[in-house]
Protein backbone atom coordinates (compact mmCIF):
# COMPACT_ATOMS: atom_id res chain seq x y z
CA UNK A 1 0.00 0.00 0.00
CA UNK A 2 2.46 2.47 1.20
CA UNK A 3 4.27 1.85 -2.97
CA UNK A 4 0.66 2.49 -4.57
CA UNK A 5 0.53 5.58 -2.15
CA UNK A 6 4.07 7.10 -3.13
CA UNK A 7 3.20 6.37 -7.26
CA UNK A 8 -0.22 8.40 -6.72
CA UNK A 9 1.59 11.15 -5.10
CA UNK A 10 4.25 11.17 -7.47
CA UNK A 11 2.32 11.12 -10.85
CA UNK A 12 0.40 14.04 -9.43
CA UNK A 13 3.29 15.93 -8.03
CA UNK A 14 5.41 15.20 -12.02
CA UNK A 15 1.93 16.76 -14.28
CA UNK A 16 1.18 19.41 -11.61
CA UNK A 17 4.94 20.74 -10.96
CA UNK A 18 5.33 22.40 -14.59
CA UNK A 19 2.77 25.00 -13.44
CA UNK A 20 3.76 25.51 -10.30
CA UNK A 21 6.15 28.15 -9.26
CA UNK A 22 7.48 25.49 -6.38
CA UNK A 23 6.40 21.58 -4.92
CA UNK A 24 7.15 21.19 -1.53
CA UNK A 25 6.72 17.86 0.10
CA UNK A 26 4.82 18.75 3.86
CA UNK A 27 5.16 15.60 6.07
CA UNK A 28 2.85 14.52 8.78
CA UNK A 29 5.41 13.24 10.94
CA UNK A 30 6.99 16.38 11.60
CA UNK A 31 5.83 18.43 14.05
CA UNK A 32 6.86 22.02 13.37
CA UNK A 33 6.52 24.19 10.38
CA UNK A 34 8.19 23.51 6.68
CA UNK A 35 9.87 26.18 5.35
CA UNK A 36 8.24 26.44 1.54
CA UNK A 37 11.85 28.74 0.55
CA UNK A 38 8.66 31.38 -1.31
CA UNK A 39 9.20 34.90 -0.14
CA UNK A 40 5.75 36.89 -0.05
CA UNK A 41 5.53 40.31 -0.10
CA UNK A 42 2.28 42.27 1.28
CA UNK A 43 -0.36 41.70 -1.30
CA UNK A 44 1.48 39.12 -2.98
CA UNK A 45 -1.16 37.08 -4.62
CA UNK A 46 -0.77 33.18 -4.32
CA UNK A 47 -1.99 30.00 -4.87
CA UNK A 48 -1.63 26.55 -3.31
CA UNK A 49 -2.76 23.26 -4.66
CA UNK A 50 -2.30 19.99 -2.32
CA UNK A 51 -2.85 16.48 -2.90
CA UNK A 52 -1.69 13.12 -1.15
CA UNK A 53 -3.32 11.13 2.21
CA UNK A 54 -2.35 11.17 5.60
CA UNK A 55 -3.41 8.61 8.15
CA UNK A 56 -3.42 9.50 12.18
CA UNK A 57 -2.78 6.19 13.12
CA UNK A 58 0.13 4.55 11.63
CA UNK A 59 -0.65 0.75 12.89
CA UNK A 60 -4.31 0.83 11.57
CA UNK A 61 -3.48 2.12 7.60
CA UNK A 62 -6.14 -0.67 6.34
CA UNK A 63 -9.22 1.58 8.71
CA UNK A 64 -10.16 4.08 6.07
CA UNK A 65 -11.48 6.41 8.85
CA UNK A 66 -8.08 7.07 9.98
CA UNK A 67 -7.38 8.50 6.28
CA UNK A 68 -7.72 12.28 5.47
CA UNK A 69 -6.58 14.75 2.56
CA UNK A 70 -5.35 18.17 2.82
CA UNK A 71 -8.96 19.58 4.21
CA UNK A 72 -8.83 17.07 6.81
CA UNK A 73 -10.20 13.64 7.93
CA UNK A 74 -13.95 12.94 7.24
CA UNK A 75 -13.86 11.55 10.99
CA UNK A 76 -13.73 14.86 12.86
CA UNK A 77 -14.63 17.76 11.77
CA UNK A 78 -13.63 19.50 14.82
CA UNK A 79 -11.76 22.48 15.42
CA UNK A 80 -8.26 22.05 16.82
CA UNK A 81 -8.00 22.78 20.50
CA UNK A 82 -4.65 24.51 22.09
CA UNK A 83 -2.86 21.54 22.01
CA UNK A 84 -2.28 21.52 18.25
CA UNK A 85 0.38 23.60 15.82
CA UNK A 86 -2.33 26.17 14.78
CA UNK A 87 -5.46 26.15 17.97
CA UNK A 88 -9.00 27.07 16.59
CA UNK A 89 -8.24 25.95 12.71
CA UNK A 90 -9.34 22.99 11.33
CA UNK A 91 -8.19 19.54 13.29
CA UNK A 92 -5.91 17.08 10.90
CA UNK A 93 -5.66 19.37 7.89
CA UNK A 94 -3.42 21.28 6.34
CA UNK A 95 -2.65 24.99 7.40
CA UNK A 96 -0.22 27.69 6.64
CA UNK A 97 1.49 31.05 7.91
CA UNK A 98 3.20 33.70 6.38
CA UNK A 99 6.53 34.90 8.65
CA UNK A 100 7.74 32.69 11.60
CA UNK A 101 5.37 34.96 13.86
CA UNK A 102 2.65 34.67 11.31
CA UNK A 103 -1.18 34.21 11.87
CA UNK A 104 -1.66 30.49 10.51
CA UNK A 105 -4.81 29.89 7.99
CA UNK A 106 -6.63 26.77 6.57
CA UNK A 107 -5.21 25.91 3.62
CA UNK A 108 -6.88 22.40 2.80
CA UNK A 109 -7.10 21.04 -0.85
CA UNK A 110 -6.91 24.63 -2.23
CA UNK A 111 -5.96 28.05 -1.05
CA UNK A 112 -5.61 31.35 -2.77
CA UNK A 113 -5.45 34.67 -1.83
CA UNK A 114 -3.61 37.48 -0.89
CA UNK A 115 -0.56 37.86 1.45
CA UNK A 116 -1.33 39.88 4.81
CA UNK A 117 2.42 40.79 5.42
CA UNK A 118 5.47 40.31 3.71
CA UNK A 119 7.49 36.93 5.00
CA UNK A 120 8.49 33.36 4.38
CA UNK A 121 5.46 31.05 3.51
CA UNK A 122 5.18 27.76 5.74
CA UNK A 123 3.04 24.57 6.00
CA UNK A 124 1.95 22.08 8.52
CA UNK A 125 -0.15 19.41 9.67
CA UNK A 126 -2.60 20.98 12.08
CA UNK A 127 -2.07 17.78 14.88
CA UNK A 128 -1.51 17.88 18.71
CA UNK A 129 2.05 18.68 20.02
CA UNK A 130 4.13 17.12 20.70
CA UNK A 131 3.02 13.94 20.68
CA UNK A 132 0.34 13.59 17.96
CA UNK A 133 2.54 14.11 15.11
CA UNK A 134 3.91 10.62 16.31
CA UNK A 135 1.86 7.88 15.10
CA UNK A 136 1.09 9.35 11.60
CA UNK A 137 1.75 8.14 8.33
CA UNK A 138 1.72 9.95 4.70
CA UNK A 139 2.51 13.69 3.46
CA UNK A 140 1.27 16.19 1.19
CA UNK A 141 2.35 17.41 -2.04
CA UNK A 142 1.99 21.26 -2.05
CA UNK A 143 2.23 23.13 -5.36
CA UNK A 144 2.42 26.79 -5.04
CA UNK A 145 1.80 29.71 -7.77
CA UNK A 146 2.73 33.05 -6.94
CA UNK A 147 0.13 35.34 -9.50
Known amino acids: MKFLFSIFVLFFSFSITMLAQKAVIVESTKSNWTDTGISLSNGDEFMINSYG ?66 GTLYLAYNDQLPSGHGDNFGYFVSFILLK
Open 53 to 118: FVSTRNWQLNDLKNWGGPGGSSFTSELADNSCLAPGLKNLALVGKIGKNGRPFNVGDNYSNRADQS
